[in-house]
């Protein structure tokens, strides 16, 4: 591939690998237009329509050995197209890495223009554009390092106010992330609270060329239809949850008992619980909740303690209901004390019981994505090992399950030790309170 320009510095980059350590964020769902609409829409867009022009201008022509136009092509590209200087460099890179131009050996040469492409390849096509435009924002693609460095911050930020966000709000909201991650001196911050405003208005007039956001009426920024749809690729790529309003509209009329069970299997994500509680009143809710657990397994108690924690001192009449369930007032308790609400005390043995149940819920979880991972979130030492080796004589129903969870699946041999021997201990208690052997 030495004459090929994707193993060179503009190769565009891979999606990163999901760090399973942070925890993706969750974005209001949105409604995409169509996919035909969008697609008629791509080779409007200004940046598109300059690759275009740029790949016709180009025909078939020798490059350089980076497979760039050569310098006098370059100033030739700019003077008879009309185009700006300094986005030359960004058309090429956009038309050869989605196919407009093809280098093979030394030359450039015209590919599948997206009028002759389906719907869906023409989306796919759009995907890349943008791709191309973020991975450049790395190298340099405003002039401004800071701006540049939150591009995908602030474009997140617009995606998740469909109304429009004024440009002050986003210059504050990229200053506050820089300082917090850069920690600059006083002077300097100065310098660039100053410069940033115009710095950021010359990046969303960028931003508008590559057809990514417009100005309301209002003077606001909000992403276009096409937009939209590509920052909500890209927010999908690492890993956040970013629904469509039809997805989420297909739970809003789920029984609790329902939605548990889609928690269980994997099937809804966090924006779904989050617009399942809106279409609710928190009392209402916490009720049917309370309801769904109280008599439910470990698994359904997890997740309902998942929702509940969303919750705040509306929904208290419900949940203190629930300390006179037994296998919920424990549950009921701590919430009520989280919230500073009056409510039972819980001793050692309670908040074992709790950390006994949390970790049953795992067993309903286990066809869940990536439930066996949340063994990670355990850490190792010696207090976990005092407490595995204190959930023996708890009386949880679950108890001995959890033990040997624990002992087959985590990965500290200390822990896994520890679990083995508590569970032994679980069963000679069990055999000695029933009368049968130890199993």
């Known amino acids: 591939m030495a004459n090929n320009v994707f193993d060179l510095t503009e190769l565009r980059k891979p999606p990163p690998i999901e760090d399973k350590h942070v925890e993706g964020l969750v974005f209001p769902p949105v409604a995409l237009a169509p996919d035909a609409d969008l697609a008629r829409a791509v080779p409007g867009v200004p940046l598109v329509a300059d ?45 050869v890495n989605t196919q407009l131009l093809q280098i093979m050996r030394g030359t450039a040469s015209r590919g599948p223009l997206p009028h002759q492409l389906s719907v869906e390849a023409t989306l796919e096509f759009w995907d890349g554009v943008v ?53 600059p001196g006083a002077v300097e911050l100065r310098r660039l609270a100053a410069a940033l405003p115009a710095e950021l208005f010359d990046a969303l007039a960028l931003l508008e060329y590559c057809g990514l956001v417009e100005q309301t009426t209002t003077g606001h920024f909000r992403l276009t239809p096409l937009g939209v749809w590509a920052v909500r690729r890209d927010l999908l790529r ?50 049917e909740l309370v309801q769904v657990a109280a008599s439910g397994t470990a698994g359904q108690r997890g997740a309902v303690g998942t929702i509940l924690e969303e919750l705040g001192p509306e929904a208290e009449l419900p949940v203190r209901k629930a300390l006179d369930e037994p296998l919920m007032w424990r549950y ?29 819920a795992l067993l309903y979880f286990a066809d869940a994505p990536g439930a066996m991972g949340s063994f990670d979130v355990l850490e190792a030492g010696e207090e976990l090992v005092r407490l595995v080796g204190e959930m023996a004589t708890v009386d949880h129903p679950d108890t001995i399950a959890v033990l040997d969870l624990l002992a087959d699946h985590h990965g500290d041999q200390a822990v896994a030790k520890a679990a083995r021997k508590a569970a032994m201990k679980a069963r000679s208690a069990r055999a000695m309170s029933t009368g049968d052997e130890p199993g």
């Open 332 to 360: 009921a308790a701590s919430w009520l004390h989280i919230r500073d609400l009056a409510a039972p005390p819980l001793n050692p043995g309670d908040h074992t019981w709790i950390a006994i149940d949390s970790l049953a």
């Open 238 to 287: 690492e890993g956040h949850d970013a629904p469509t309003a039809a997805e989420v509209e297909v739970y809003s009329d789920y029984a609790a008992a329902e939605l548990v069970e889609a928690m269980i299997t994997g099937v809804v994500t966090p924006s779904v619980v989050a617009h399942w509680l809106e279409r609710r009143s928190p009392e209402s809710a916490a009720h």
């Open 51 to 95: 690759a275009l022009r740029l790949t016709a201008w180009t025909g078939t022509r020798p490059v350089t050995e980076h497979g760039l136009l050569r310098a006098a092509d370059a100033e030739a590209a700019v003077a008879e197209l009309g185009l700006v200087a300094g986005r030359l460099r960004l058309l090429w890179v956009v038309a």
């Open 131 to 183: 791709m191309d435009v973020l991975d450049r924002a790395e190298e340099g693609l405003s002039g401004s390092a800071v701006v540049d460095e939150h591009l995908a911050e602030t474009l997140a930020t617009i995606y998740s106010v469909r109304t429009g966000v004024a440009a002050a709000t986003l210059a504050k909201g990229i200053l506050q992330s820089h300082e917090v991650a850069c920690d």
